[in-house]
């Protein structure tokens, strides 16, 4: 397959946040001036959907069996794509190896509450064989929740996990604005859950090798 800058939003565990962050990080790179497609492979289709509500404003999202995985990524190129952004199915041990396989870099949201943590157990035995880059994004986080990001960060870290130095927030803004098909800083352009996206998107495109932007005025 040729060169296709890809970053995978993986957890065990449904309800940590696969589907808001990869939305969100996908529209950040809309905004930054890259062709972006979110790949669903979650047969729930919660990407899919949101991507309906928002019609035809971009990122488009694309769907597929995860064995399509490869060949949705190749036409995704075709259709002139530079950057991908799979969303996962929680439980989805195949899907998740698939798209483990094609990132370049991997992003695990999490709860930081017991229960969650317990989950990011069967997430880091997968990325244990997978030797790809892979960050634990803590989401939801409560405020004043110092001592709690802490421990979290503790006990990610004793599974082998690295962890991002991002975080969300639980911010209404994340799940009014997927609701109609958009994204926090569409709602709320000055908002925490806006700024915080946005640092992440720095962050992970640090992460990945991106193509040149034409220079401005170019
Ligand atoms: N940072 C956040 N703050 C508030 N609500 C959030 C946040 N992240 C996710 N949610 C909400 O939590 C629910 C589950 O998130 P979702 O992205 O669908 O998780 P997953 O895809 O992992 O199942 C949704 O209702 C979503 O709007
Ligand atoms: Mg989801």
């Not at 997968?126 to 030797?131: G, I, P, Q, T, V």
């Not at 991002?164 to 000055?190: L, M």
């Amino acid at each position: 397959m040729l060169f296709m800058p890809t970053i995978a939003i993986v957890s065990q565990k449904g309800g940590s946040g696969k589907t808001t962050m990869a939305l969100h990080l996908a529209t950040s790179a809309v905004y930054a001036g890259r062709e972006t497609r979110v790949i669903d492979i979650d047969p729930q289709a919660t990407s899919a959907t949101w991507g309906d509500w928002r019609g035809d404003f971009k990122p488009e999202v694309m769907t597929c069996p995860p064995v399509r995985l490869f060949s949705t990524i190749e036409k995704a190129r075709r259709g002139g794509a530079e950057l991908i952004v799979i969303d996962t199915p929680p439980h989805g041990d195949t899907a998740s190896r698939e798209a483990v396989r094609v990132a370049d870099l991997v992003l695990i949201p999490t709860r930081a509450r017991a229960f969650d943590l317990h989950a990011l157990e069967a997430t880091a035995g997968l990325m244990s064989y997978a030797r790809k880059p892979a960050f634990v994004v803590f989401n939801a986080v409560p405020a004043r929740a110092t001592r709690m990001i802490e421990e979290a960060t503790k006990a990610a870290e004793a599974m082998g996990l690295q962890v991002c130095p991002i975080q969300f927030g639980e911010r209404a803004a994340f799940h009014r604005s997927s609701g109609t098909g958009e994204v926090a800083a569409e709602i709320e352009p000055d908002g925490k859950a806006a700024g915080e996206v946005d640092a992440l998107w720095k962050w992970a495109s640090g992460h990945i090798t991106l193509k040149q932007l034409p220079a401005r005025g170019a």
